[in-house]
């Protein structure tokens, strides 16, 4: 295929981006007649429909939180353990109905066949205050209140870890910008350096090899181009899906990649997360949750405790008052009653209830200590993680700068005559890798300062 083919095929492939190609781009000739310029109105339109949104790290964030299903989860979670705790305190308070019944029993001459009920005809209408005290609620709303402890730590766990998905996301989009931009620049070199050694190669002074190697190296730029467009395409997509409702990417991200985000010291750390760490909280909660939970069972060992108050009418007539032989009686009267329950035997349940709930207590104990030297491990290891990257990130950026000076340089030799095709090739191949692999360190310590953030709820931006 001739130069001019893969060039047209490439510039339709990149969806519209424009390098200066010198020379070559004059060969090329244009594939659609001009159209005419459409009207100023219909441009403003559509350019105020299509002004894309324009995100900060903290937008995201509050869009995520808003949107992202995993967290509303846990956010969700966290209300319904709410929810139980207020229902396992009233439990605790005495209740009060009003009970209306009316009885309707077979008479024969001795009287009422069915001895159960008072009368032939009896009416209920009755007010009830009901109070049961035993441990087993006590301990119940006890276990319910650390049970909502959890839930609300796993919910500040979930938060943070949304955090650090979406610091991934949304640098991963910033740095592929980063990227196409540099790989942008790598196509237009590799044209304006295939032009040269096209000039050279016409004047005599370099072999038609050198053309050929000059013409492989920008069909490879052009690759390159083409993979930094979709990686591009691909990471905004993935930040679409997690902090937009709807599919949307109509958008874009503030450029503070490589802003300045200072890396906090490892005291100012190890204390923000032993004073709130969400891991240590929800475990501890899960300990003294399962401590309650052994004391409600050992309530089965107890005696119960249940007082009624009834207040109201029981009585043969519904009303107020009956007229019994000449004489009004009120029907309006009031009873209590006390219930004392005695366990005796139920088959060794209780026994087992209290087996049961004192292994999860050992397990739950298990689990923090577990938490507690994963803290200090992870401490330890995420801050290290940090400060390499913050270490290697300034040695990538001066690497980046040196690779473009000396790719500009080789490129002065090689039209000078004094460096080889292969000099320049292996430059522009250095410059290229030396570039992404700024932009990567760049995310790599945003993802760093943003996994310390789970460890401290202290998120550190520019």
């Given at each position: 295929?001739?130069?001019?083919?893969?060039?047209?095929?490439?510039?339709?492939?990149?969806?519209?981006?424009?390098?200066?190609?010198?020379?070559?781009?004059?060969?090329?000739?244009?594939?659609?007649?001009?159209?005419?310029?459409?009207?100023?109105d219909?441009?403003?339109?559509?350019?105020?429909?299509?002004?894309?949104?324009?995100?900060?790290?903290?937008?995201?964030?509050?869009?995520?939180?808003?949107?992202?299903?995993?967290?509303?989860?846990?956010?969700?979670?966290?209300?319904?353990?709410?929810?139980?705790?207020?229902?396992?305190?009233?439990?605790?308070?005495?209740?009060?109905?009003?009970?209306?019944?009316?009885?309707?029993?077979?008479?024969?001459?001795?009287?009422?066949?069915?001895?159960?009920?008072?009368?032939?005809?009896?009416?209920?209408?009755?007010?009830?205050v009901h109070?049961?005290?035993?441990?087993?609620?006590?301990?119940?709303?006890?276990?319910?209140?650390?049970?909502?402890?959890?839930?609300?730590a796993?919910?500040?766990?979930?938060?943070?870890?949304l955090?650090?998905?979406?610091?991934?996301?949304?640098?991963?989009?910033?740095a592929?910008q980063?990227?196409?931009?540099?790989?942008?620049?790598?196509?237009?070199?590799?044209?304006?350096?295939?032009?040269?050694?096209?000039?050279?190669?016409?004047?005599?002074?370099?072999?038609?090899?050198?053309?050929?190697?000059?013409?492989?190296?920008?069909?490879?730029?052009?690759?390159?181009?083409?993979?930094?467009?979709?990686?591009?395409?691909?990471?905004?997509?993935?930040?679409?899906?997690?902090?937009?409702?709807?599919?949307?990417?109509?958008?874009?991200?503030?450029?503070?990649?490589?802003?300045?985000?200072?890396?906090?010291?490892?005291?100012?750390?190890?204390?923000?997360?032993?004073?709130?760490?969400?891991?240590?909280?929800?475990a501890?909660?899960?300990?003294?949750?399962?401590?309650?939970?052994?004391?409600?069972?050992?309530?089965?060992?107890?005696?119960?405790?249940?007082?009624?108050?009834?207040?109201?009418?029981?009585?043969?007539?519904?009303?107020?008052?009956?007229?019994?032989?000449g004489?009004?009686?009120?029907?309006?009267?009031?009873?209590?009653?006390?219930?004392?329950n005695?366990?005796?035997?139920?088959?060794?349940?209780?026994?087992?209830?209290v087996?049961?709930?004192?292994?999860?207590?050992?397990?739950?104990?298990?689990?923090?200590?577990?938490?507690?030297?994963?803290?200090?491990?992870?401490?330890?290891?995420?801050?290290?993680?940090?400060?390499?990257?913050?270490?290697?990130l300034?040695?990538?950026?001066?690497?980046?700068?040196?690779?473009?000076?000396?790719?500009?340089?080789?490129?002065?030799?090689?039209?000078?005559?004094?460096?080889?095709?292969?000099?320049?090739?292996?430059?522009?191949?250095?410059?290229?890798?030396?570039?992404?692999?700024?932009?990567?360190?760049?995310?790599?310590?945003?993802?760093?300062?943003?996994?310390?953030?789970?460890?401290?709820?202290?998120?550190?931006?520019?």
């Open positions: 295929m001739k130069w001019h083919r893969v060039l047209t095929l490439c510039s339709i492939m990149t969806s519209g981006f424009f390098w200066p190609w010198e020379g070559i781009a004059l060969a090329q000739e244009p594939a659609h007649p001009e159209s005419p310029a459409p009207d100023k219909s441009q403003q339109e559509g350019s105020k429909s299509s002004q894309p949104l324009r995100l900060t790290l903290q937008d995201t964030l509050a869009l995520a939180r808003k949107n992202s299903i995993p967290f509303q989860a846990a956010q969700t979670d966290a209300a319904i353990a709410r929810q139980d705790r207020y229902q396992a305190a009233t439990a605790l308070l005495p209740t009060v109905t009003y009970n209306n019944q009316a009885l309707y029993t077979q008479l024969n001459r001795t009287g009422v066949i069915f001895i159960a009920n008072n009368a032939g005809h009896e009416y209920i209408s009755q007010a009830n109070e049961a005290l035993d441990l087993a609620g006590v301990s119940s709303f006890r276990r319910a209140s650390f049970a909502a402890a959890a839930a609300r796993r919910a500040e766990i979930a938060s943070r870890g955090v650090v998905t979406v610091v991934q996301n949304y640098y991963a989009v910033a592929a980063q990227k196409l931009e540099a790989a942008q620049k790598a196509a237009s070199e590799g044209g304006r350096f295939l032009k040269l050694t096209q000039d050279l190669e016409h004047g005599g002074e370099v072999a038609h090899s050198d053309a050929i190697k000059a013409e492989l190296q920008a069909q490879e730029r052009l690759r390159q181009l083409q993979e930094a467009q979709l990686a591009l395409l691909n990471a905004r997509l993935d930040l679409s899906v997690l902090i937009f409702p709807d599919f949307n990417d109509n958008y874009e991200v503030a450029d503070d990649l490589h802003a300045v985000a200072p890396l906090p010291t490892i005291g100012e750390v190890q204390q923000q997360a032993a004073r709130d760490n969400p891991d240590i909280r929800a501890l909660a899960a300990v003294s949750e399962a401590g309650w939970d052994v004391t409600g069972a050992r309530a089965g060992y107890l005696p119960s405790l249940a007082v009624d108050y009834w207040y109201g009418i029981d009585a043969s007539q519904f009303a107020t008052n009956s007229v019994i032989s004489q009004k009686v009120p029907n309006l009267g009031s009873s209590a009653a006390a219930t004392l005695i366990p005796i035997w139920n088959w060794g349940a209780t026994q087992s209830r087996k049961q709930a004192e292994l999860r207590r050992s397990q739950a104990r298990r689990e923090l200590s577990l938490a507690q030297r994963k803290l200090l491990a992870e401490i330890k290891s995420l801050y290290a993680e940090a400060e390499t990257a913050l270490g290697e300034g040695g990538l950026g001066r690497s980046a700068e040196l690779a473009a000076e000396s790719l500009r340089l080789t490129t002065l030799r090689y039209r000078n005559g004094e460096a080889t095709v292969l000099e320049v090739v292996d430059a522009q191949s250095t410059a290229a890798q030396a570039n992404f692999g700024y932009q990567d360190g760049a995310v790599r310590y945003r993802v760093a300062l943003a996994n310390l953030q789970t460890l401290t709820g202290v998120l550190t931006t520019p």
